[in-house]
């Protein structure tokens, strides 16, 4: 089977939607993804057959050369590059690869008149298709193998060592993730996820798990600290694997547009994510267990932009707990 190489996104919602584009090259190529090295993890949990190649571009310049030398060890018969980026295109014309397989944006096509463009409407497409056509291109006139069955998931033992060493054995849990990495424009207002919490625990018996990044620890811990030893915060404390594996088993997961929405894609977890600045249409989790709680309440929305231009966050306290607790009881039904 011939090589490829594949340069990977930088965010981790991101590789998620190149996940459905990476699985068809699969079908067709022996795949090495260039992948920044902390999130080699979810392309392992995604069950693909790739090979990882760990590689930094943001490094200093001797470590990015020797990376690059490293790389140009192997011949491949083509590199598709996921990101928009210059950096990502100037990485691909570096390595040994017949041809490079991208879109012709952030003036690329200065040094490769043979790249693709991007369809007009493309701000109407979701990602993950825009992806999609790129491995189209580079398997055209190639037929599919059908891929086996994977397991987007752990070792057993894995997953029960986990779930014990965070005392969730045996319970009925909801993960609220309060934290969103692009910006707070994003955030649902963590007193509505402190809200949702107390309504969860005074209606339910399931309980409340709070995650979040070593960066979004104060946020989580504005959410809790009204419920002393009643929710379970685990706000950096796990790892990309572990929070994986805790997703998993949840009965329902409530979070900003983020990585950990699109994590628990991988797994179809019921999940419920309330929407304001960000458009669906290009970004929405590929899970068919979820729900986007989207606000109308102005004119800008979706403005796509970290954080708000207006400097209010309507758009997302305009959403209610109340309306959050409402889906959440109609997916913990469900789940039973």
């Known amino acids: 089977m011939k090589k490829i190489a594949v340069i990977g996104v930088n965010w981790l919602g991101d590789v998620v939607m190149t996940l459905p584009a990476l699985e068809i090259l699969c079908s067709c190529f022996d795949v090495d993804v260039i992948t920044r ?3 080699a993890e979810v392309y392992r949990l995604s069950g693909l057959p790739v090979n990882i190649k760990p590689f930094d571009n943001k490094g200093d310049l001797e470590k990015i050369l020797s990376g690059i030398k490293r790389l140009r060890k192997t011949s491949y018969e083509a590199c598709v590059i996921f990101p928009d980026s210059l950096r990502a295109g100037v990485t691909g014309k570096f390595l040994k ?4 397989i991208a879109f012709n944006v952030q003036g690329r096509g200065l040094f490769d008149k043979k790249l693709l463009n991007k369809p007009a409407d493309f701000k109407k ?13 580079a398997c055209e006139n190639m037929s599919y193998i059908r891929l086996p069955e994977r397991e987007r998931a752990f070792s057993p033992e894995f997953e029960e060592f986990t779930i014990k060493k965070y005392s969730l054995e045996r319970k009925q849990y909801a993960v609220l993730a309060p934290g969103a990495a692009f910006g707070a424009a994003k955030r649902w207002p963590a007193e ?5 919490a107390g309504k969860i625990l005074e209606n339910t018996s399931c309980l409340p798990v709070i995650t979040a990044g070593k960066s979004e620890i104060e ?12 929710v ?15 997703l ?4 329902v997961l ?5 990585g950990t929405m699109h994590l628990a894609s991988l797994f179809s977890v019921p999940t419920i994510v309330p929407v304001g600045p960000t458009d669906m249409t290009r970004t929405s989790a590929l899970n068919r267990n979820f729900k986007a709680i989207i606000a109308d309440n102005c004119e800008l929305i979706p403005c796509r932009k970290p954080v708000c231009p207006k400097n209010t966050n309507a758009c997302m306290k305009s959403i209610s707990p109340a309306e959050v607790y409402e889906v959440f009881l109609s997916f913990l039904a469900k789940n039973k």
């Open 192 to 196: 509505y996820f402190a809200e949702l």
């Open 219 to 230: 946020i989580a811990r504005s959410v809790v600290s009204c419920y002393e030893d009643k």
């Open 37 to 39: 090295p902390n999130l």
């Open 125 to 137: 497409i979701h990602e993950s298709e825009l992806y999609k056509m790129l491995a189209a291109e």
């Open 97 to 100: 690869s017949k041809k490079n």
């Open 232 to 246: 379970l915060n685990l706000a950096g404390k796990t790892n990309l694997k572990e929070l994986a594996c805790i």
């Open 248 to 251: 998993k088993n949840a009965a």
């Open 254 to 258: 409530v979070a900003n547009d983020s």
